[in-house]
């Protein structure tokens, strides 16, 4: 069974910086890739960012894009997502999720497994 725990998330200020993790486990985590997502009240969900099983090819959302920075160490089955310079727009529930492939994509509907979810809040 695939399970994808979060942590990391809470409340900061406009200008500062959180780290979210993800813990996976129930399978080979360095085959697949994997993405964060987030989804605001009253909005769809949103891409924020993937990165391939390699680690080697990732890709951003333009809202994020030269802010956050996501990563992986195979080696402790986590993903993380590093976001600096947040901004009260970030405000939103960030989830992590997992492909059954190898590649990048920004498609929600290709991934197979997802989070429970994280708060994160910025205040202005």
């Known amino acids: 069974q695939v399970q994808l725990v979060e942590s990391g998330g809470g409340l900061v200020q406009a200008g500062g910086s959180l780290r979210l993790s993800c813990v996976h486990s129930g399978r080979t985590f360095s085959w697949y890739a994997l993405g964060w997502f987030r989804q605001a009240p009253g909005k769809e969900r949103e891409f924020v960012a993937a990165?391939?099983?390699?680690?080697?090819?990732?890709n951003y959302g333009d809202s994020v894009k030269g802010r956050f920075r996501i990563s992986r160490d195979n080696s402790k089955n986590t993903e993380y997502l590093q976001m600096n310079n947040l901004k009260p727009d970030d405000t939103a529930v960030y989830y992590c999720?997992?492909?059954?492939?190898?590649?990048?994509?920004?498609?929600?509907?290709?991934?197979?497994?997802w989070g429970q979810g994280t708060q994160v809040t910025v205040s202005s």
């Open positions: 999720a997992a492909r059954n492939f190898a590649s990048v994509t920004s498609y929600d509907y290709e991934y197979a497994y």
């Open positions: 990165i391939s099983a390699s680690g080697r090819n990732t």
